[in-house]
């Protein structure tokens, strides 16, 4: 007597084979979502009730990856509420944890190719650089909150800053600058005031940057601190009715530019005797007594001290407490840092707002980890009064 049964590992051998089963998986899914959805409804396809509860509203595609294959399902929609096929809840879940691992990942600064290979660790087919990019853009609308959010208070001090990476650009692979915008407010804490990428550090550019904070609640702005990059401090003193300091370490390679390597560090050692004086009229008086030293050896060097006196020693005129952050770009400029350390790991963006979203997923973490944490000054150096709150002082004001 012949056996005509088949196993089901043999079916599986042959396309046929495997094309019976997925189109008996795609009837019976089609059945169970029909029931599903009935049952929401209250009432069946096409049928009229005054019981129905519910409507269809068409359908939505979806692959379904099976043993058998790829199966396409037709998901049916409702018009109140949603509804997605019991079956396939847990797969669901399982991409939601895949998807933040993923997110997770990409703003940590890991590569595409990198990520790829850590899906595939973790059981799952591998993704494409374009698929990990769209992933990320459901981060896009949370950045875009945090970087035009209402600037609530004032912020005394302010320092400004940008940064470059690379970018495709009309079939061409160009630097974008992203300039950041950090303050100290009245509370005494840190803040992200904003982030803008363009490209290049144009006086409009800044310009535009400014007066958009401005526009969303900027104020009480007594000192800006940044390098001496023409078109920032032109947009500085444009916007702003303040006191603008050159960073003191962008400002001491200028000179020491114009000095031999063998007289450096005596040049430096000589001219950082100006910023260890107790108060600004000390300050200029020894600025100006190491300039007349360095004028007959380095005369270009000098010259650039006497230009930049008044810059130099502008941060003096806050409370000695301040002098460490006000005087320096250093925390921007360690917070940059890290931005181009994550995008160096991407190399090339593929458009501008990839940019966005990584640059501002970080400073937005970055935000977060400063309101949580003790501050940075007392209020009552930033605004003369007491507060119970000054106890919580970070260690160092200048970290």
Request: hydrophobic share 40%.
């Amino acid at each position: 007597m012949a056996n005509n049964s088949v196993t089901l590992p043999e079916v599986f051998e042959n396309e046929d084979g495997r094309d019976l089963v997925r189109r008996m998986l795609a009837q019976m899914a089609s059945t169970v979502m029909e029931t599903e959805v009935e049952s929401r409804c209250n009432a069946g396809y096409g049928v009229r009730t005054e019981g129905r509860t519910n409507q269809r509203n068409g359908y939505r595609s979806r692959d379904w990856d099976t043993r058998a294959g790829m199966i396409s399902l037709a998901i049916p929609k409702l018009r109140q509420g949603s509804y997605f096929p019991g079956f396939l809840e847990p797969r669901r879940r399982a991409e939601k944890a895949l998807y933040s691992v993923i997110q997770e990942a990409y703003l940590q600064g890991v590569s595409t190719r990198a990520v790829d290979e850590l899906v595939k660790a973790l059981g799952a087919s591998g993704v494409s650089k374009s698929e990990v990019s769209r992933l990320c853009e459901e981060v896009e609308s949370h950045v875009q909150e945090f970087l035009s959010r209402p600037l609530e208070g004032e912020f005394p001090y302010v320092w400004l800053d940008g940064t470059y990476v690379k970018a495709r650009d009309g079939g061409r692979i160009v630097s974008k600058a992203a300039i950041i915008a950090v303050g100290l407010s009245s509370e005494g804490k840190r803040e992200i005031l904003g982030m803008k990428v363009g490209h290049a550090e144009s006086e409009e550019f800044w310009t535009e940057f400014i007066r958009d904070m401005l526009r969303r609640g900027l104020k009480g702005v007594k000192q800006v601190t940044s390098d001496a990059h023409g078109g920032l401090k032109s947009s500085v003193f444009k916007c702003l009715s303040c006191t603008w300091q050159r960073c003191r370490v962008h400002l001491m390679r200028n000179i020491l530019a114009h000095v031999p390597k063998v007289g450096k560090g005596l040049a430096a050692a000589t001219i950082n005797t100006a910023f260890a004086q107790p108060n600004a009229e000390e300050a200029a008086k020894q600025w100006r007594q190491v300039a007349d030293k360095l004028r007959a050896a380095f005369p270009k060097a000098a010259e650039i001290m006497d230009e930049a006196e008044a810059d130099a020693l502008a941060y003096m005129q806050s409370p000695p407490e301040l002098w460490p952050m006000t005087a320096s770009n250093n925390g921007l400029e360690r917070l940059n840092r890290e931005l181009k350390r994550r995008a160096d790991v991407v190399q090339i963006f593929p458009n501008v707002p990839s940019i966005v979203r990584l640059l501002g997923a970080i400073l937005m973490e970055q935000h977060d980890e400063w309101q949580v944490a003790r501050k940075q000054v007392s209020v009552k150096s930033l605004t003369g009064r007491d507060t119970k709150t000054d106890a919580l002082l970070a260690r160092g004001a200048g970290s």
